[in-house]
């Protein structure tokens, strides 16, 4: 996974609404643009990013293309984000918070 294309995907409001509605399952491309006030070739681009990302996958059925969420892309994107927040162990930033909290506990 490569994170940056995901958070710079992420980061639009427009993709955002679009992995909503793929919530409940597949969708055509018309189906999706329908939803929206934009052009065609604006929603063509937003799930050109969305799909590069790897945040949805393109499936052709005759002359419609179906998109649908790429599951596996978002479990990644969650582990990639507790990564940030869970303790690194004894000898790393946490403990290293933790001296400086007793620290100061101690000096009051």
Same mark, same amino acid.
């Given at each position: ?18 992995? &909503? *509605? *793929? &919530? ?8 999706? @643009? @329908?939803?929206? =006030? ?6 063509? +681009?937003?799930?050109?990013?969305? /799909? ?7 499936? &052709? ?17 969650? %582990?990639?984000?507790? =990564? ?11 403990? @290293? +918070? %933790?001296?400086? /909290?007793? /620290?100061? /506990? %101690?000096?009051?």
């Amino acid at each position: 996974m490569s994170s940056n294309r995901v958070f710079q995907a992420l980061a639009d409001e427009t993709r955002r609404a679009i992995l &909503r *509605l *793929l &919530r409940d399952g597949p969708l055509s491309s018309g189906d999706i @643009a @329908a939803q929206f =006030n934009s052009s065609w070739p604006t929603i063509s +681009r937003h799930l050109a990013v969305l /799909r590069d990302a790897g945040l949805i996958a393109a499936q &052709r059925k005759g002359q419609e293309i179906f998109y649908e969420l790429n599951t596996s892309v978002f479990q990644d994107l969650v %582990q990639h984000l507790l =990564n940030w927040v869970a303790p690194t162990g004894a000898s790393g930033k946490g403990a @290293a +918070r %933790q001296r400086v /909290r007793t /620290r100061k /506990r %101690q000096e009051a």
